[in-house]
């Protein structure tokens, strides 16, 4: 059964950059979108932008400034960067997987537990 | 960019009656791609129907999503204790894939 095990550093200062890996276990990166998305009280569940298996990258127009996407496939992770964080990026991070249904498109399937980010002077 | 308004905000009702949530958008959902979750508290989202109207995998058929266009809804029959959470919908035919504001099931 294919599981997403994401970690990455949960409290940052103003400035710092926001690093988090997602791991994909029990299965392969081909084939699929590769998705982070965030939760906060205040904006709710905002999708951050994805990878495809080759590499091909689509962000948010609201946060691509500060972002990047990135695989390592030989360890089947992917990464999540942002740069010069605010209080505004704290949140609770999750990472997803999209999947291809004929009829029903590229629908958001599968999901990590989620990380909690909090930026704090 | 597509926005997804949901309501009500809160709906309060007992186990065994059945549920009606709404999400409208902006805009015309492409190829009718909405998808609904289920949150729980620590939890991340559950996805329950994708496509407008078919169930995710171990999906009770309790719960079922219709609608098209601009105007989707997710209903549940006959509600059960688990199923008093926060219910979200989401469009994925257009990026950035926006997701709506959360319709809150409480027990009454």
Not at chain 1, 20 to 38: D, E
Not at chain 1, 68 to 75: P, V
Not at chain 1, 104 to 119: C, D, I, K, P, Q
Request: hydrophobic share 35%; net charge positive; aromatic share 12%.
């Amino acid at each position: 059964q294919v599981q997403l095990q994401q970690w990455g550093a949960g409290l940052l200062t103003p400035s710092e950059t926001l690093s988090l890996t997602c791991a994909v276990s029990g299965g392969s990166f081909r084939g699929y979108y590769w998705s982070w998305i965030r939760q906060s009280p205040g904006k709710g569940l905002e999708w951050i932008g994805e990878i495809d298996h080759s590499g091909g990258t689509y962000y948010n127009p609201s946060l691509k400034s500060r972002v990047s996407i990135s695989l390592e496939m030989s360890r089947t992770q992917f990464l999540l960067k942002v740069t010069s964080v605010t209080a505004a990026d704290t949140a609770v991070y999750y990472c997803a997987r999209r999947e291809r249904d004929a009829a029903a498109g590229w629908y958001f399937a599968l999901w990590g537990r989620g990380t909690l980010v909090s930026v704090s002077s | 960019e597509i926005v997804l308004t949901q309501s009500p905000g809160t709906l309060s009702l007992s186990p065994g009656e059945g549920a009606t949530l709404s999400c409208r958008a902006s805009q015309t959902v492409s190829s009718n791609y909405l998808a609904w979750y289920q949150q729980k508290p620590g939890q991340a989202p559950r996805l329950l129907i994708y496509g407008a109207s078919t169930r995710a995998t171990d999906i009770p058929d309790r719960f079922s999503g219709g609608g098209s266009g601009t105007d989707f809804t997710l209903s549940i029959i006959r509600l059960e204790p688990e199923d008093f959470a926060v219910y979200y919908c989401q469009q994925y035919g257009r990026s950035p894939y926006a997701f709506g504001q959360g319709t809150k099931l409480e027990i009454k």
